[in-house]
């Protein structure tokens, strides 16, 4: 993965997560615009070296399938990535850290879970909205996930929608009371939340 200078196309540099280099999957720059988020690690946007290790996430190249994605929340505070298929046949559950740390803040699932594609539905789509975590799946299940302060995390279904092939990303109004997603045949369906309709 590289970063480049968009007025001059030069390669500004390299990224890297410990002694290898970033996979170019799914990343996220902070919003400061300071670190940038990988699968295994933070990474300093001017260097490109890795200023902190994802607490439980591996180092190195990693293979995301569809559902992979990592995400800051709006103030920079938490950083969210999982519903990652990977070889042979697991599923690494959903997980929030601390982006000033590096720890584990909470986790959806367990540690590595058997996939089965009758049961396991792929999330197309992560979002952190202050201390929860909006997923979204292939068929159209929006869930809001809780996971802030000392209580055990609490899931909450928020719509279903008859979403057709749904793609991330997802993205959220400023109140929070609707979201825009990509479709996979072109376009783009904005919700709103609170009815489960489409508004546009």
């Known amino acids: 993965s590289k970063v480049i200078d968009l007025q001059t196309g030069k390669v500004m540099l390299s990224l890297k997560a410990g002694d290898a280099c970033a996979a170019p999957h799914d990343m996220a720059w902070s919003p400061d615009g300071n670190r940038i988020a990988v699968g295994s690690a933070l990474i300093d946007a001017h260097s490109g070296q890795t200023v902190r290790a994802l607490q439980g996430r591996e180092t190195g190249f990693v293979f995301p399938q569809p559902g992979w994605s990592i995400r800051f929340g709006p103030d920079g505070a938490y950083i969210a990535a999982g519903g990652q298929v990977i070889a042979p046949n697991r599923l690494l559950p959903i997980t929030v850290w ?58 909450t279904t928020l719509v279903r929608m008859p979403v057709v092939a749904a793609q991330p990303p997802l993205t959220w109004s400023a109140d929070s009371r609707r979201f825009a997603v990509g479709n996979r045949y072109g376009g783009a369906a904005v919700w709103d939340v609170e009815t489960g309709r489409q508004v546009a």
């Open 98 to 155: 601390d982006a000033n740390t590096g720890a584990k803040v909470a986790q959806m699932g367990p540690d590595e879970a058997a996939y089965d594609p009758a049961l396991n539905r792929t999330r197309v789509a992560l979002a952190l909205d202050g201390q929860s975590l909006l997923v979204l799946y292939e068929d159209g299940e929006l869930v809001r996930w809780t996971f802030g302060g000392d209580t055990p995390p609490v899931r």
